[in-house]
């Protein structure tokens, strides 16, 4: 790829990144289509860390505006094409759904990239931009973009999965350490596996605590009283599978084979949360594939919890 030699050093949040950095002004100039929550978060990123960022295209004026705000010497545009002339790579920072259509819209020059930010997409959907000598890969960060500001603190030390070519892979691998993340190869194959992982690790868990929260009501407590108490135990849950591996990580009655417990869990949620029921009987199966996998329990014991996991959705119990 070309380098782009900046003129002058961005300017982010009042702050000028890479001023007198001769590596700074040697670093190819990053462009994004799409200046929402994910665009603008790793537009403010990339030029805290000294890459230069040259400027944004959005349909929606507004977006435009709040990415000027923040990234004052970026252009704005509202024709994606207009970027082209201005940066080395183009991160397409759209909904999945719309990666298609913006890259079947573009023709990359030769030297440029071309990078989307989707966890479960490979990077051969961006095919329809590219011209001879240009690349394409994808950049997904694991990290919720829900807040800009709490997305900004949680790069640092979030994963960064990277599939494509591997002379690009080369230089985003060096983005994403200067942001301070961690840089994680993906093959292209192994997009959609991935992603599903990615899924359940962070809306997976939401979803779950909704479960624990519609369950802690029958206890008396509202939703934010079941996180302020059962919180802390999932933080501590999850430092122990980090720590000591999810089969030693696991506790609880399915890992003691106290199928009593079990089968009142049932009961009460039965009753009172039946909505919850299918979530529990699938987390139990999971905690139970893991106790056969580590042993321990006799088989009898095994069955027995099977067969109350089974029997969970039905009306009537055991």
């Known amino acids: 790829m070309r380098a782009w030699r900046s003129q002058h050093s961005p300017t982010v949040a009042g702050i ?10 040697s670093r190819p100039r990053i462009g994004f289509v799409g200046a929402g929550h994910v665009g603008t978060t790793l537009a403010v990123a990339f030029a805290r860390a000294g890459w230069p960022v040259g400027g944004a295209a959005s349909r929606s004026a507004a977006r435009r505006a709040a990415f000027a705000d923040r990234i004052p010497d970026a252009v704005t545009v509202a024709d994606p094409a207009g ?6 790579i183009l991160f397409l920072t759209v909904p999945d759904d719309a990666i298609a259509t913006v890259a079947a819209g573009l ?7 071309i990078v989307h930010t989707s966890g479960l997409l490979p990077s051969t959907v961006l095919g329809p931009a590219l011209a001879a000598g240009s690349a394409a890969a994808s950049f997904h960060p694991l990290v919720a973009f829900a807040d800009h500001e709490r997305a900004l603190a949680a790069l640092a030390g979030a994963s960064v999965a ?14 994403a350490l200067a942001i301070g993340a961690r840089p994680v190869r993906v093959d292209t194959g192994g997009k959609g596996a991935y992603h599903v992982a ?6 997976g868990l939401v979803g779950l605590l909704e479960v624990v929260a519609q369950a802690a009501r029958g206890a008396g407590l509202d939703e934010a009283g079941a996180l302020a108490v059962y919180a802390p135990l999932t933080r501590q849950a999850l430092a122990d599978a980090e720590a ?5 990580a696991l506790t609880g009655p399915i890992a003691r084979g106290d199928a009593g417990t079990v ?36 088989p009898e014991a095994l069955e ?6 089974a029997n969970g959705p039905r009306s009537s119990s055991m």
């Open 244 to 248: 000591l591996g999810v089969d030693a």
């Open 16 to 25: 000028e990144v890479g001023a007198n950095d001769p590596v700074a002004a």
């Open 304 to 309: 027995r919890l099977r067969a109350l996991l």
């Open 263 to 298: 089968e009142r869990h049932l009961e009460i949620l039965r009753r009172d949360v039946p909505a919850a029921v299918p979530a529990y009987v699938a987390l139990g199966l999971a905690q139970l594939a893991v106790v056969e996998r580590r042993g321990g329990l006799a």
């Open 162 to 175: 990277l599939e494509g070519d591997d002379r690009l892979v080369e230089v985003l691998a060096e983005l």
């Open 83 to 88: 970027l082209l002339d201005l940066v080395d």
């Open 107 to 113: 023709r990359l020059y030769s030297g440029q990239a």
């Open 198 to 203: 990615a899924t359940l690790s962070a809306g």
